[in-house]
């Protein structure tokens, strides 16, 4: 972990010298798990006043810690909600009531994924398909891929009839 010091240095750097002023700076501390909560909010006020557009206090263990990290300050902050973690693991709508305008739910989709696979490649192991039609229809992954645009734009690059290489 960074010493507080370092971690000011890094976000002023990163504020004073943006490409694009629409850029968004997130400061994230660790210091709930490494420290304690009081930590955590006192580098939340120094990565603030550094130039930190946005706070990511990480660990908080329970729905009070959220609460009273949601309320500390006045600038947007983040929630990261992992299925399984440490943090309590609650819906978009109750976080924003905690004071959060920002959720991730970082590996929910992954974690899900896998498990569809493992399912599939299970049943491909054992000899059998009764996984065929319970997923997406082949046209509607083509609608939610986007094909027919990258097939167009395919199109558009490929050399005419006839051209030799």
Known sequence: MLSTEQMEA??????ENRFNPETFIIARTDARE???LDEALRRGERYIR???DGLFIEAPVNV?????????FDVPQLANMLEGGRTPFLTPAELEQLGFRLAI???SL???AVQATQRVLTSLAHGKIDFA???VGFEEYKSIVGFEH????EGKYQPPPGAVG
């Open 50 to 52: 550094a130039g930190a």
């Open 105 to 107: 739910y970082g590996i």
């Open 64 to 72: 009070d810690e959220l609460e009273r990290i949601g309320r500390a």
């Open 34 to 36: 490494v420290f304690d």
């Open 133 to 135: 039609g319970k997923g």
């Open 150 to 153: 990258w097939a167009a734009l």
């Open 110 to 112: 992954l974690m899900h």
């Open 10 to 15: 890094n976000i002023r750097a990163a504020a």
